[in-house]
Each structure stands twice: as structure tokens, then as C-alpha cells.
DNA sequence: GTTCTGAACTCTGTATACAGCATACTTGAT
DNA sequence: ATCAAGTATGCTGTATACAGAGTTCAGAAC
């Protein structure tokens, strides 16, 4: 893009610390990605991309290899890589994968987890609510991506919990432009309630319901903005 | 600067066509793990690998970074990728999985199927009965999975069928060993009738029954020969 | 004015060079 | 003979160099 990379302020040096590089090139990119800076369509310019994160070409492009595996870029031939776009059904098919993750995930943890785990989980949505109330929305969007990871979590299950996180972290772009508004937001909240009331209650049944519910309604937030 | 040619003591000969390179790495790393070349554990040393391939470290690095993130592989800090060891629980939470991806599958190709892609399966299936009468292994092996691949493609969900190949791509290996007796494996071929008869009649709760209990049989064969 | 062509520039793809760490080996002392 | 310490070696991680494909822009021809 046209855009002067590293014009901020004089201090836009980004010390990558030591762990390991490829990690934290990894963060970095997954960051421009979701947050937009790089948006769907885009191609990844190593020079520059490089020059912003201090490193040379070389551990970023492997960089750029893993996240074309995950699925956030997409490896064109002499063009190197470009954003993924996402398009209205290709979102749809991953939600219906997520609501069938989430949905078997949840029945399991009603079986299997300990009452700990849930009330880790109750204090997860707790801490929510209260970015809610103060109108948080950054905090609640991870707290919210933390609850449903966690309730995952409790199934037990490391396969389902790596599927359902990938996923995850491909919609977190779509998701990110998914500003909605107070009356959807509060609706969100009271699923939420109603989801860790059915967990706490140890209800598969009516967790299941609340999951697919919830992952509809997110459906209908984000669906509008996306083409084809 | 080396010509591509490579001759090796164990004469596997690599000779890398022009399509993308990345591509042609991969798929050869791929194998090479799959059939047990680089067994679960071990480190992959680039220069030796490269050399075998010909090509540099270069590319090569890039193509194990994708491996890492397809889950064949693991980065371990300062001493490269080793071969990712699957454990009992690990195969186990795969399958189910893998399970729940089926039978979702198989519901949903019932419903919107067409007859045709339904008939392109049953050929796919009819072919493998043949590799099975002459009891070519290999090649009944590479069309079970096409058959797996087929009924989970009928669902139309990109993303479906993208989580599905990856969690298949990871048992390739686990499966590949299997070799199971006379018997057993005449059993798979009875599920394997009764999985496309259920197709073929669109009975999505037998098709979901027998897919399920498919895998359940396809643990059966491969648990012993896992640690932990 | 439009279009074709060619040259310069940009960026990717691959190879090579180099530094640092980790491990194995050797050598010397107890 | 055993152990310790230093050294040598091998491999990874990162940077740089180089070649080729693609793109853009300018200039000439029509």
C-alpha cells in the first residue's frame, strides 16, 4: 500500500525480544491481519513488511509459510502472498463447522468437567460482564473469544480444541469489523448468561441449543460487509 | 551451483518438475514421513535433506514451516523440527473428531447430494473392491481415502472438507502401518458396501451409524503400536 | 491520440555466507 | 580409570546476494 509504513512516531522500532522470532513474526502478522492493517486482497510486501519488523527477509517469508497453512494468506505463484479474502459462504461453512465443534465440545464438558474448570469459566464471563458495563468492547471481544475457547477446552479433546481455535482465529478478522450495536450487544450478553447457566447446570442439551443459537446471531452480525 | 540431479545411496532418485517447488518439497516431505522414511521423533537435518532433494535450505526450511502448522511436524527452538509422536489419547481424539466430521458430512450429503456425485462415489467404491479381490493394498488404501475424501466433499463446505484432510493427512502415517489380517480387512469392506448403500439411499442416520462405526473399527487396528 | 515496444525498476524465489549454540570428543589432571 | 574442562564439529537461525519474472512507464511509430 501507498501508505508511509513507519511514519508514526520516530520510535516505531519494534524490539523483537527473545523468544523465538518465528513466533513473534508470526504475532506480528496475525496482528496486522486482524486488526486490518492488511487487508483481504493484499499482498505482503517482504521488503518492506521486513524493514517495519526489523528482520531480514528470510524468517519472515517462513513466517508468511506457516500463516499460508493456517489459512489467513493465500501463496500466489510469482506474487508471493496475498490476504485472504473471505467470501459470504466461505464464513458461513466455517461457522457451521464452529457451531458443530462448539456444540459437541459443549455436550462433552457437561459430562466430563470438573466443577473447577466451570467456575473458571463462570469467573471468565463474570470479569465479561464487567467490561460490558464499563463498555469495554476490546476486552470483552477477547474475554468472549477466551469463554468459548475455554468451554472447548473443557471437552478434553486437544484435536478439536487446535480445529476449533484455527477457525477461530480466521474469523477473528470478519468478527473485529463486527461493530454491533447496543441492543445486539446486550442480546449477546443474555446468551452468554444462558449459555454458562446451561453449563453450570450441566444441561447438554440446552447448551447445545444456546451455542447454535449464539453462533447464528453471530452470523447475522457479520454477514452483511462481506461479497459474494 | 549444483545441478538438481541427485544420486543416492538409496537410489530414490529426486528429480523436482516445474511446478512450484514449495509444492513439490512439500509433498516429498510429506511421504518421506508418511511411509516411514523419517520416523516419529526424529529431527529432520536440512543440509542432509536438502542435498537428497537438491535443493537449498532456503526453501526447504519454508516447506517444514508449513509442516509444523499442518501438525506432521514440531518446531523445537534451536534444534529444528522433529517428526511430531503421536500418542494413544492424541490418535484417539483425532478419530473423534474425525468422527463427528463424517457423520455431519454424511447427513448433510443425504440431503444435497446429486445423484451423479453420489454414482462417482460408488465407481470410486467398485474400483476399490477391485484392488481388494486382487489384494493390491496400496492402491486399496489410496482409494479408501479418496471414498472418505468423496462423501465428506458431497457436504459442500470448503471449510469441512479442509479440517477433514488435515486430521486424515495426519493419520496417513498411523494408518499406513496398519496392516491389518484377512479378516478384518474383509470387514472394512462389508462397512465400506454398507456405507454407500446407506449413501445411495440417502438414509442419513445409517450412513452416520456406519461411518461411525467404521472409525471405531479403524482405532481398533491401529491402537496397539502407540505409547503412552 | 493511441498503441506497441522496450528499458528500468520492483519484488519474489533460491542459493550462499556467517554467527551462535549445542553436543560430542579429546585431553589433561586427580 | 574417571571426571572435568576445553576444543572441535555439526546444525540451526538469520542475513545477504543474485537471478528471473512481472510491472510500469516512457518513447516511438502509426
Redesign the interface.
Known amino acids: 500500500m501507498e501508505r508511509s509504513g513507519i511514519s508514526d512516531t520516530q520510535g516505531m522500532e519494534v524490539r523483537i525480544e527473545r523468544q523465538?522470532l518465528?513466533d513473534a513474526i508470526l504475532n506480528r502478522l496475525r496482528d496486522m491481519i486482524i486488526e486490518g492493517h492488511l487487508p483481504p486482497g493484499s499482498r505482503l510486501n517482504e521488503g518492506q513488511i521486513g524493514a517495519q519488523l526489523g528482520v531480514s527477509r528470510?524468517p519472515l517469508?517462513?513466517?508468511i509459510?506457516?500463516?499460508?497453512?493456517?489459512?489467513l494468506v493465500e501463496?500466489v505463484?510469482t506474487r508471493g502472498a496475498v490476504v485472504k479474502k473471505f467470501g459470504a459462504?466461505?464464513v458461513l461453512?466455517?461457522i457451521?463447522?464452529l457451531r458443530?465443534?462448539e456444540q459437541?465440545a459443549g455436550a462433552r464438558a457437561c459430562e466430563i468437567a470438573s466443577d473447577e474448570a466451570i467456575a473458571e469459566i463462570r469467573a471468565l464471563h463474570d470479569e465479561m460482564l464487567a467490561c460490558y458495563r464499563r463498555q469495554d468492547r476490546l476486552a470483552y471481544y477477547k474475554l468472549n473469544q477466551a469463554i468459548h475457547t475455554g468451554i472447548v477446552a473443557l471437552a478434553d479433546?486437544?484435536?478439536?480444541s487446535?480445529?476449533h481455535a484455527?477457525?477461530q482465529t480466521r474469523l477473528k478478522r470478519i468478527r473485529f469489523v463486527g461493530h454491533e450495536g447496543p441492543e445486539k450487544w446486550a442480546n449477546a450478553v443474555a446468551e452468554h448468561e444462558e449459555m454458562i447457566a446451561a453449563l453450570e447446570a450441566r444441561d447438554a442439551d440446552r447448551l447445545a441449543a444456546i451455542l447454535g443459537k449464539h453462533l447464528t446471531q453471530a452470523w447475522e452480525r457479520v454477514k452483511d460487509g462481506l461479497d459474494a
Chains 1, 2 share one sequence.
Open positions: 523465538s518465528h528470510t517469508r517462513e513466517a509459510k506457516f500463516l499460508a497453512s493456517e489459512g501463496l505463484p459462504k466461505e461453512d466455517m457451521e463447522v458443530m465443534l459437541h479433546n486437544g484435536s478439536l487446535e480445529v484455527r477457525l
